[in-house]
Nanobody, 126 residues
């Protein structure tokens, strides 16, 4: 499984940004997608995830109401729409994938995901 994250950039506080994750190499099974981020000097944290069946989603408390995860299974692409961005959202954002047999599963424990993209930098600053 290969993942390619893109769409990061420098934005002002209060702005919006959408990062994308292209997934390839899936041959069978369901694929759960997770978004994670790592700020300088901090541990990587889970931000959001989406399941393959029923599009079940989960968000960490700090982004609830501001971020929206979505996916297009026909295009094997996932997005993280980030609104009302804050300086504390500044981080490298990574997408990750896990092939699962429970299509309703998703989680934000980074150790549950074996496949990772290279990350895209999001900087929120005035």
């Amino acid at each position: 499984v290969q993942l390619q994250a893109s769409g990061g950039g420098l934005v002002q506080p209060g702005s919006s940004l959408r990062v994308s994750c292209a997934v390839s190499g899936i041959t069978e099974g369901y694929v759960a997608i997770g978004w994670f981020r790592q700020a300088p000097g901090k541990e990587r944290e889970g931000v959001s995830c989406i399941s393959s069946v029923d599009d079940n989603t989960y968000y960490v408390d700090s982004v609830k109401g501001r971020f929206t995860i979505s996916r297009d299974k026909t295009k094997n692409t996932a997005w993280l729409q980030m609104n009302s961005l804050k300086p504390e959202d500044t981080a490298v954002y990574f997408c990750a994938a896990r092939v699962v047999y429970d299509g309703s599963w998703c989680g934000i424990d980074q150790y549950s995901y074996p496949s990772w993209g290279q990350g895209t930098q999001v900087t929120v600053s005035s």
